[in-house]
């Protein structure tokens, strides 16, 4: 809509304004219901991780920005930063360019902390982070950081899966509330932005492949454009002198790169969405797990709205917990089979401390339904959903519930696993110290019936025999 309200509308601006506010009507109707699906799949997925244990010994995290140059190069804090590295821990220490230690890994990255690194001039810090968590079931105190409730290190036992979809999902309702307000107004930033709202995110989460997805190189490379009548192809001739690469793409797509250009690994090569399939296969497990926290990350905050990072990466590391085994080596994983990473890591550790071969495996990225109902545990998966398919396999294989997640338990009515139900706190036993058993049978008390020592004196006076005959106690007691 060109025209202001004030000089008026012709007759077709009237009209698509009429489109705009119905759609807003229409859509906050129909969405309302979505976003709480979105909801349910995000607590399925997640809500087994709960923070089991103080530290994983782990050396690994993630390398986040704290400030970046800003158009006239001078440094300002990355306005993320609150999102991405407040409230987690550093992985190792922050060393400045003369070597002084600024701040040592393992001390929590608040305010203070990055208020200094930032005027000693560091953009980029080493934080934990749930992605490179090594607990086999859940995640560690120090790798999920600050629990954002309290503002202290999460506590063991903090259901921080739930917390994480509940955070993610919660926004979700506002996402589909926001098509009101854009109304039918042709958008300032260029009709062409991807389908924003929860349709993107729910397209993330799911991994599905978007439409009209734009390649990414899968070698270093020049790059040469081939145009016939109807398509083009852009062609990366290697470096390393491997065979050359072909992508056919449409003739009205708009190329992110020139004839002869020189491209690297993982460069898009159009503009488009990119499939997170493809990220992982060329680029590996870390940069897919990236890719899909700021994707997603970049949908909330072009709407204004403000996750922090490591409740994204809960999910994303949910998304990313299979292995497809490719070759089983000596180790007793069946080929083509989809094994949870802790698993086929163990078995993998036990064949090579043989000495034998192991076996070699390709990660594998889910969405969060499909990772839903492939979790180890068959009582969470039949409660979520396809109950009697997920109850027929579970029965035809012989499964047996290791009864970890929280779901699980509820249904069965046990005491949940989160908080004070952790093994950690219910089997506690009262135990003397070597201390007291030595005092026990040293004190004047240890021989007499009972001490008066603590009633002043040596038997007061007011504590002395009182002849009951004396009382009269009515005739019932003579």
Known sequence: IKSSYREGLSVLEYFIATHGARKGLADTALRTANSGYLTRRLVDVSQDVIVREEDCGTERGLVTAIAVPDANGELVLDENVENSAYARTLAVDVVDSKGNVLAAG???CGDVVIAEL??????????????TCESSVGTCALCYGRSLATGKTVDIGEAVGIIAAQSIGEPGTQLTMRTFHTGGAVSASGGDDITQGLPRIQELF?????????????AAGRITIEESERQMRLVITPDDGSEEIAYPVLRRSRLLIEDGEHVTVGQKLINGPVDPKQVLRIMGPRAAQKFLVDEVQGVYRSQGIGIHDKHVEVIVRQMLRRVTVIESGESDLLPGELAERSRFEEANRRVVSEGKTPASG??????????S???ESWLSAASFQETTRVLTQAAMEGKSDPLLGLKENVIIGKLIPAGTGLPRYTEVTVEPTEEAKANLFTGPSAFSDFSYDSLGGDGAPEFHAIPLDDYDLGNDFR
């Open 106 to 108: 393992g001390t929590d």
């Open 362 to 371: 390709r990660p594998e990225l889910m969405g969060i339904t499909k990772a």
């Open 118 to 131: 930032f005027a000693a001039g560091i953009t980029e810090v080493k934080v934990r982070s749930v992605l």
């Open 206 to 218: 799911e991994a599905r492949t978007p439409k009209g997805v734009a390649p990414i190189a899968e």
């Open 373 to 375: 109902l492939a979790t």
